[in-house]
């Protein structure tokens, strides 16, 4: 009978690097998305205007996009065709897409005007951009579905356009159950990715600075201080935007 | 089964368009885009609620 040297337990934090790709991909994930950085408390002060709450708010009308589009396909076209409650359904899920454009489309002005590339954003910038053309396509193939007048003419002058560049076997406008398909599956999923790596970077680099924040500003001189190397602004946060220091009575008493 | 699709397709009418020399548009379009400008004009303008005060 041999014995053999129980291993001792592992302590949290205690560092168990064995270098497999495991290894390698949990430590490049928290080099660049540390959980403060992913879940932060608070945001720079500049964070408390409207100019910074469109990209929310698209993110919102999203995710009832997708709850009533479940629901939708659950229940499937007889039900939100025909009873009162399918067509409450429908239309919110109509009304939740027009939202969700006039806020992505707002969110975009803003940022463009804000120059939100800077500060080596421009991969964040280049997937906003790649969420509002797939948004484009599933908002597309949903008018197609609708099923009625409307969507045989968008399907039938789109046709031609999409046989021109090849496209039209795979993505058939005039085959509703080829584009059902495309827009409860590949597309929303296409969607929701792109979505989440957008504001995934959002979190890695910060919010974008507005275009005054000068280079002195305090937080942004802190945030350089304090992540070393990376631009200005890109840093944590250090102004609370959410909780009351003691040192803002007038905000505790509102 | 086909009344609702006789009532359905006599709901949808052709439109009211505004236009101007050659530039046409749907009323539900051009609405859409008018409440964009809008709220653009807004985020710039308006206050933060909570943001007073704070430095």
Not at chain 2, 25 to 44: C, E, K, P, T
């Amino acid at each position: 009978m041999s014995t053999r040297a129980k291993p001792a337990p592992r302590l949290p934090g205690q560092d168990a690097d064995a270098g497999t790709w495991t290894d390698k991909a949990r430590r490049w994930l928290l080099a660049k998305l540390p959980p403060d950085k992913l879940l932060p408390g608070d945001q720079p002060i500049y964070v408390m205007s409207w100019a910074y709450v469109f990209g929310m708010g698209a993110v919102a009308s999203l995710v009832w996009i997708i709850a009533s589009g479940v629901v939708l396909g659950l229940n499937g076209p007889q039900w939100y065709h025909v009873s009162p409650l399918g067509g409450f359904v429908n239309s919110s899920h109509l009304w939740s897409v027009e939202l969700f454009f006039i806020f992505m489309v707002v969110h975009l002005w803003l940022k463009f005007w804000m120059a939100a590339w800077r500060g080596g954003r421009v991969l964040t910038w280049i997937t906003g951009m790649l969420s509002f053309i797939v948004s484009i396509v599933a908002a597309f193939t949903g008018y197609l579905l609708q099923t009625n007048f409307d969507s045989q003419w968008i399907a039938f002058e789109a046709k031609d356009a999409l046989n021109s560049v090849g496209v039209g076997a795979w993505f058939n406008v005039a085959n509703l159950g080829q584009i059902f398909v495309w827009h409860i599956t590949l597309l929303p999923l296409a969607v929701g990715a792109v979505v989440v790596l957008h504001v995934l970077l959002v979190r890695v680099h910060g919010v974008v600075p507005p275009l005054d924040a000068s280079e002195d500003d305090a937080q942004l001189r802190t945030n350089t201080v304090e992540v070393g190397g990376n631009p200005p602004g890109a840093g944590l946060p250090v102004a609370p935007a959410t909780s009351l220091t003691p040192a803002e009575p007038k905000d505790a008493a509102r | 089964m086909a009344g609702w699709l006789v009532n359905g397709a006599a709901t949808v009418g052709a439109g009211t368009y505004f236009g101007w020399d050659g530039f046409t548009i749907q009323s539900g379009n051009l609405i859409v885009i008018a409440v964009m400008v809008i709220l653009f004009i807004l985020a710039l303008l308006l206050p933060f609620p909570g943001g007073k005060g704070r430095k």
